[in-house]
């Protein structure tokens, strides 16, 4: 069975330091792997992706997640945090023919001024 | 392009009701899957339609039905409401088809239905 951890409930950081929010997964195969964002009261946004290539994934507003095959981690990154980026950060993984991706519980990111 | 649209956004039903969820996913996307959101659970996923046809079933009981039409709409109904199924329900589509990796397809998402039984 597929299964996706993100470990912290919440992640606090100050705006423009580094932020990383924690992606850890089990599947069978090879993972492919999502970030997305949600906004209040909104769906979920994509962020990026890992399908094969480069460990390093680059993706929308300044983020950009690290594949680690043999830690099975893809964390979420960014340089420097802003408050406008604090939302609810859900980590998903599908493999072995599924189509439907398995979700984490999500992270909430705050950032403080 | 337009996103993925979903009506209506908020409803308030009391328990023994049925609801009716619907689905507009994006222009040339096939596949529509549903999603419970609640602060308790997470997200869980309901079920997938593609080309009219159910593909794939969450762990959700029998109230819990679906259906998607020639256009890609789809519409979740979940009949005699209970107290627990209060929750943001997600609609999200992709491309899928033929020549595509299963699983590589990113999902995208409407903006939900809050529904709230009381």
């Known amino acids: 069975a597929q299964s996706v951890a993100q470990p912290e409930d919440q992640v606090n950081v100050a705006e423009g330091n580094p932020l990383t929010v924690k992606c850890t997964y089990s599947?069978?195969?090879?993972?492919?792997l999502f970030w997305y964002v949600q906004y209040p009261n909104r769906g979920l946004q994509f962020l990026l992706k890992?399908?094969?290539?480069?460990?390093l994934v680059k993706g929308s507003y300044g983020f950009e997640a690290e594949f680690n095959k043999s830690q099975t981690s893809f964390h979420l990154k960014k340089p420097s945090a802003l408050v406008s980026d604090s939302a609810l950060y859900f980590c998903?993984?599908?493999?072995?023919?599924?189509?439907?991706?398995?979700f984490g519980r999500g992270t909430s990111l705050i950032v403080h001024p | 392009k337009a996103g993925v649209t979903q009506t209506p956004r908020y409803l308030i039903k009391t328990r023994g009701q049925q609801v009716t969820l619907s689905c507009s996913p994006i222009?040339?996307?096939?596949?529509v899957s549903w999603y419970q959101q609640t602060p308790g659970q997470g997200l869980q996923f309901l079920f997938e339609?593609?080309?009219?046809?159910?593909?794939n079933k969450g762990n959700f009981p029998g109230r819990f039905s679906g259906r998607q039409f020639s256009n890609s709409r789809s519409e979740m109904n979940v009949s005699t409401l209970e107290l627990g199924d209060s929750a943001l329900y997600l609609c999200?589509?992709?491309?899928?088809?033929?020549?595509?990796?299963?699983?590589?397809?990113?999902?995208?998402f409407g903006p939900g239905t809050r529904l709230t039984v009381l």
């Open positions: 998903a993984a599908t493999a072995g023919g599924s189509y439907i991706p398995t």
């Open positions: 222009s040339g996307h096939r596949s």
């Open positions: 599947v069978s195969g090879n993972p492919y």
């Open positions: 890992y399908i094969t290539g480069d460990n």
């Open positions: 999200a589509s992709s491309l899928r088809g033929s020549g595509r990796l299963p699983g590589t397809d990113t999902q995208y």
């Open positions: 339609y593609f080309s009219e046809t159910q593909r």
